[in-house]
């Protein structure tokens, strides 16, 4: 353990841990950080420090670590300033109680009660308790699958406190536009502006891009997921600023993404706000990592599964086609694998081919999901009548095929697209291409699972990748398929076929 200000060994810390201190503790809590007012035992705040650290995956690997510079570990707790985001407030709590201490805090928001003042929606009874969880609790994540209706929840939530101005942080225009109408349409009453795609319209409630409200700040954007949004002037920056300061509601769309800097450093600038709501369709790894996604916002206050919405009749029962591919042979580095057994394996390709063409023979409608815009071009170059849109595709174009899908004037669309938020009720079935490990991709990646009239199957397409890494990551996978009641899985074994077998057995 690093040095801190306390004369405490690892070893005294660990004898310390069954220590009961029957102690008062106040606490202060602020729209940011909270404070210890009390002060508190040596013992007691090493302990702290130690269960709000927890090492970094692959520390061993940084150069700083490797140059003790650094210990490998993320510190959440700040000894000098007595302090810990107000997200980690209730793993404190827990912490303070186990050792007997008793707590009070100081400075957060009463809970309300729902109120419902527009008449232009009816909440589902899970939404109603989310909204009212969410109310009582004001600051935590609420996760709720693809189509459980998250940008309603918000709608309602803003409905109920009317307290200005609203932020409404999201990660492409995309979704800023696609939210922005629908408060529109829901809160007719109440004044609606975007930031982002050049645009700087502040309204009671603003729906502004993370990368719009990073650059006010004139900080370098380093999240290599979101794209750079165009240069605003000064005054628009010193506006936005204000904004966030000023913000009485703020919420978090793909919360998921909180713990980097980017997210840190926009809701640190959010000081006034008496209510934080995080919004995602992932559940956690639970791991120590869940942490820093927890830090800024808090922990889970309310969550909704995708079978129980599957029972209630919001989402299709998905069919699960789990492809077991040849093994592959290869004994290199991750990048080299990847490349060679995934992105420029020709089985693969010819596999995705063929499905693509039997589904759409039979009226169903594809988007194949990829990592990489390598990745997407070759795969669009390999499949006729394909349409290939990715993040470097201005916004009037991924709209107007966006549209097409929906329509199904597009019957396959290869992308890096569509893992985050954007509506695509028609679609019938999502290939995942990519291969990887997170399980926030693979759920985000169910975009054809959305119930709609006339439409009474839906699928996911997925592959077993024999090989170094990849292997792991399948079954990482195939393990989250299987943790939903409701998922229909079917696996199926190609790894002795070839290509021109499978295509007989379509045709037949």
Not at 37 to 51: D, G, K, N, Q, R
Not at 86 to 97: A, K, T
Not at 381 to 395: E, H, N, Q, R
Request: glycine residues 4%; charged residues 25%.
């Amino acid at each position: 353990m690093p040095v801190i200000n306390f004369e405490q060994s690892e070893e005294e810390i660990l004898e310390n841990k069954n220590q009961q201190f029957n102690l008062a503790v106040d606490i202060q809590f602020y729209s940011v950080w909270c404070s210890f007012l009390t002060e508190l035992p040596p013992e007691l705040e090493a302990i702290i420090y130690s269960e709000l650290s927890f090492f970094a995956e692959n520390y061993f690997f940084s150069p700083k670590f490797q140059n003790h510079q650094w210990d490998g570990q993320y510190h959440l707790y700040h000894p000098k300033s007595k302090s810990f985001r107000i997200g980690l407030l209730n793993r404190v709590i827990d912490i303070l109680q186990r050792h007997g201490c008793t707590i009070n805090v100081i400075g957060k928001s009463e809970p309300t009660q729902f109120v419902q003042r527009s008449n232009t929606y009816q909440l589902r009874p899970y939404q109603l308790l989310a909204v009212q969880n969410c109310l009582i609790k004001r600051f935590g994540i609420l996760r709720a699958p693809m189509r459980s209706g998250k940008t309603m929840l918000f709608i309602a939530m803003v409905d109920s406190e009317r307290k200005f101005p609203v932020v409404f942080l999201c990660r492409s225009l995309d979704l800023a536009y696609q939210t922005m109408d629908r408060v529109k349409q829901f809160l007719p009453d109440v004044s609606v502006g975007i930031v982002g795609d050049g645009k700087v319209d502040i309204q009671d409630v603003t729906i502004i891009t993370v990368q719009s409200a990073f650059a006010a700040y004139s900080e370098e954007l380093k999240e290599k997921d979101l794209d750079k949004e165009l240069p605003i002037e000064k005054k628009q920056k010193i506006q936005i600023q204000i904004l966030l300061k000023k913000a009485k509601l703020v919420f978090l769309d793909e919360c998921h993404h909180g713990g980097s800097n980017t997210a840190k450093f926009i809701l640190a600038k959010c000081t006034a706000a008496e209510l934080k709501i995080g919004l995602t369709a992932t559940p956690f790894a639970e791991k120590d990592e869940d942490m820093l996604v927890e830090e800024s916002v808090g922990d889970v206050i309310h969550s909704v599964s995708y079978s129980e919405l599957i029972r209630e009749g919001f989402l299709l029962r998905p069919t699960i086609y789990f492809y077991k591919l040849p093994k592959f042979d290869i004994d290199a580095a991750y990048p080299t694998v990847y490349k060679q057994a995934v992105v420029e394996n020709k089985f693969f390709i010819g596999l995705i081919d063929l499905i693509v063409k039997s589904l759409n023979n039979k009226g169903k409608s594809v988007i194949i999901q990829t990592d990489t815009i390598y990745h997407a071009n070759v795969l669009h170059k390999a499949i006729k009548d394909s349409v290939m849109l990715t993040g470097k595709d201005k916004t009037d174009r991924r709209i107007d095929v966006i549209q097409k899908i929906r329509d199904k004037e597009v019957m396959c669309c290869v992308s890096t697209l569509f893992e985050e938020g954007i509506d695509l009720v028609s679609l019938d079935f999502t290939i995942n291409a990519a291969g990887g490990l997170s399980n926030i991709s693979t759920l985000q990646r169910m975009r054809s699972i959305t119930a709609a009239e006339g439409k009474i199957s839906c699928g996911i397409i997925d592959f077993y990748h024999d090989v170094r890494y990849l292997s792991k990551h399948s079954k990482r996978r195939l393990q989250i398929y299987e943790s939903e009641p409701e998922f229909e899985l079917i696996k199926r074994d190609v790894s002795k076929n070839t290509i021109e077998e499978l295509a007989r057995e379509l045709e037949e």
